[in-house]
């Protein structure tokens, strides 16, 4: 299973970036996906999370209303869209797999696999 995380980037408060996570070496169909945030000195942190057919989606309150996260099964990618981005958005995100059609977990242990990361840097 690999999980390829891209599209973070420098960007001024107010911004916006569109974080993919490419996925290979399974059946995307199978799998709850999240993405997962981590600042320099702090614990990784949940930030959002999708079912397998999109049916379910959380967030992290501080997000909600400003990310999206979306998927497509043929392109076996997930998406976070983050707009109105905020300083405190800065750290690196991570996307995350975990194989069940049920919900889609919210805290890093319930996760098997994990991308590389992408630094995102809100910043004037």
């Known amino acids: 299973v690999q999980l390829q995380a891209s599209g973070g980037g420098l960007v001024q408060p107010g911004g916006a970036l569109r974080l993919s996570c490419a996925a290979s070496?399974?059946?995307?169909?199978?799998?709850?996906m999240g993405w997962f945030r981590q600042a320099p000195g702090k614990e990784r942190q949940f930030v959002a999370a999708?079912?397998?057919?999109?049916?379910?989606?959380y967030y992290l309150d501080s997000v909600r209303g400003r990310f999206t996260i979306s998927r497509d099964n043929v392109k076996n990618t997930v998406w976070l869209q983050m707009n109105n981005l905020k300083p405190e958005d800065t750290a690196v995100y991570y996307c995350a797999g975990n194989q069940q059609r049920v919900s889609a977990p919210t805290s890093p242990r319930g996760y098997d696999y994990w991308g590389q990361g992408t630094q995102v840097t809100v910043s004037s």
């Open positions: 070496g399974v059946t995307f169909s199978d799998y709850a």
């Open positions: 999708i079912s397998w057919n999109a049916g379910v989606t």
